[in-house]
């Protein structure tokens, strides 16, 4: 990087389209992975971030050696299709320097490909079409890995022709939709109108020429935007419980740097949760965030980059200073506030206090954040909002649910909530299905039997909790997927009511 210019951090891309036009496929083809072909039946659940470093971009894209890329990598964010999921979609754009919208090819423009595109434009992300499924022309030749203009050269007249209408029609379709587009490699106006790049998922073609736009194209475009800054920028996006690691936040940082050590300021439903990072770990590069095996550990972590927080103390940590006479109180407290992380809420920002800083201040700034998060209701967003995540608890005739993250738990009642599903909730809880869970679950065996059941998701189900609640005759339900988990439910009704 030349002296006079700006340092420029990763862009931040987010992925869209209707479900099956291939979002996840297109991001495994990029890193050569498969995570679609494990994920429960083929649907992504949960928000991924992937961080794509230039070198291998280089790599893929068969770029020459002195040809400059002025960014550090690529940071993706891979966002569920699935209707009941449309907060995380908008929450995993409002952190995007772009989208890419993936349209399958032989289908056109779809309901969601429609609602990605409301959601762009209510925040502003531009974004480029992947035009996928190439590869499902009639008669296409494979071209493993090739620029797309090189592979449509060596099509027939029939493929070449068929692509033509095809194209056509979703330009038109794009144009019904206030957008104009092109074809990237006609598009002389790149800035004004759309590009689109024909794409295929399963062999490759376009490929190279998708991620030559967004390391190439894109920061010469947006170079302010990408222009690295010390504040720290960061998103939280899903709490889980990891079995060895405890209670972990996954956050996609947009600027600055984070530390061990840092003291950090998380907004939960319950107010501010102040914290130390333990530890910082990241998915080795090409793999995502969510995916399950071995971490790097880093002492620090410059943006962007999609990081997983530690920040649970271990047990010997805890009870060393007991040792050393601290206040059985304090370690109380301890826990209490660790607990409380678990309801830390996607979507919020994470706040670091730095030394000097007032943390009173600091907390106050959150506590703005989170009553913001509750009140605002986007009128652009069909999900859930966190008010109503937390008004199902009063219900009072309902089912139990329990998830592994706020972000699923937010999407199984989303799913519940619409108008073909309608099912009550009478509470809910975080991690794993506990004998407390079951007590309080099985208040609906008095009050109304076909509620009787804890739908319990990507959790596990503690053997005192299953042995209880076979005891008293309440239902727990397991399943790998959220409409699989609300059909069993309904199943297991209709065999109540024969
Ligand atoms: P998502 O719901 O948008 O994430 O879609 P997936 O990535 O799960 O893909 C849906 C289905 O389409 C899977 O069976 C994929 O194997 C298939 N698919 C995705 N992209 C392509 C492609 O470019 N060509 C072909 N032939 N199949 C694809
Ligand atoms: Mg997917």
Not at 305 to 322: C, D, L, M, T
Request: contains cysteine; glycine residues 6%; hydrophobic residues 40%.
């Amino acid at each position: 990087v030349a002296g006079d210019e700006k340092e420029l951090r990763a862009p931040i891309c987010c992925i869209l389209g209707h479900v099956d036009a291939g979002k996840t496929k297109l991001l495994d083809c990029i890193r050569g992975t498969n995570v679609q072909g494990r994920e429960a039946g083929g649907i992504t659940q949960q928000i991924g971030a992937t961080y794509l470093p230039a070198e291998n971009i280089r790599d893929r894209t068969s770029l020459k050696a002195e040809t400059a890329i002025k960014v550090p990598g690529l940071l993706v964010i891979d966002t569920p299709g699935h209707e009941s999921f449309s907060k995380m979609r908008s929450r995993g754009l409002s952190m995007c320097d772009i989208a890419v919208v993936v349209v399958d090819i032989t289908k056109g423009l779809e309901k969601q490909t429609v609602e990605s595109l409301h959601l762009l434009r209510c925040h502003n992300v531009s974004f480029i079409v992947a035009l996928n499924k190439v590869d499902r022309l009639y008669g296409w030749k494979e071209c493993t890995n090739a620029p797309i203009v090189e592979a449509l050269k060596k099509q027939s007249d029939d493929v070449k022709s068929e692509y033509k209408w095809r194209l056509t029609k979703v330009v038109t379709e794009f144009k019904e939709n206030g957008f104009n587009t092109a074809p990237y490699y006609e598009n002389n106006k790149k800035k004004k109108v759309v590009n689109i790049v024909p794409t295929s998922a399963e062999s490759g073609e376009g490929v190279p020429d998708l991620l030559l736009l967004l390391v190439r194209w894109l920061p010469d475009i947006i170079t302010d935007k990408l222009a690295y800054d010390d504040t720290i920028e960061c998103t939280v996006l899903e709490v889980n419980e990891h079995k060895d690691l405890g209670t972990t936040v996954d956050v996609v940082l947009i600027n600055g740097v984070l530390r061990q050590g840092d003291q950090v300021i998380v907004c939960t439903k319950q107010g501010p949760v102040t914290t130390i990072i333990r530890d910082l770990l990241t998915p080795h590069p090409m793999k995502e965030l969510k995916a399950k095996g071995a971490y790097k550990h880093h002492k620090e972590v410059r943006a962007a980059q999609g990081v997983k927080i530690v920040a649970r103390v271990s047990f010997i940590s805890i009870a060393v200073p007991y040792e050393h006479g601290i206040h059985c109180q304090t370690i109380h407290c301890l826990f209490v506030f660790l607990q409380g992380l678990q309801y830390a809420m996607a979507g919020t920002s994470l706040i670091v206090v730095k030394p000097g800083d007032d943390l009173r201040q600091a907390e106050a700034a959150a506590m703005q954040e989170i009553d913001m998060a509750i009140s605002t209701t986007d009128e652009n967003e069909k999900g859930t909002t966190t008010q109503e995540v937390s008004s199902i608890m009063t219900c009072k005739e309902g089912i139990y649910v329990q998830a592994s993250s706020v972000g699923t738990l937010e999407a199984i009642i989303a799913h519940l909530k619409s108008s073909s599903v309608d099912i009550p909730v009478y509470d809910w809880n975080l991690g794993p299905v506990y004998k407390q869970d079951v007590m309080k679950a099985s208040a609906m065996l008095k009050r109304k039997e076909e509620y009787a059941v804890i739908l319990a998701f990507d959790v596990k189900v503690m053997p005192e909790a299953s042995a209880l609640a076979a005891e008293s005759g309440l239902k727990i339900i397991t399943a790998d997927t959220v409409y699989r988990l609300v059909n069993i439910y309904t199943e297991h009704i209709k065999g109540l009511k024969e």
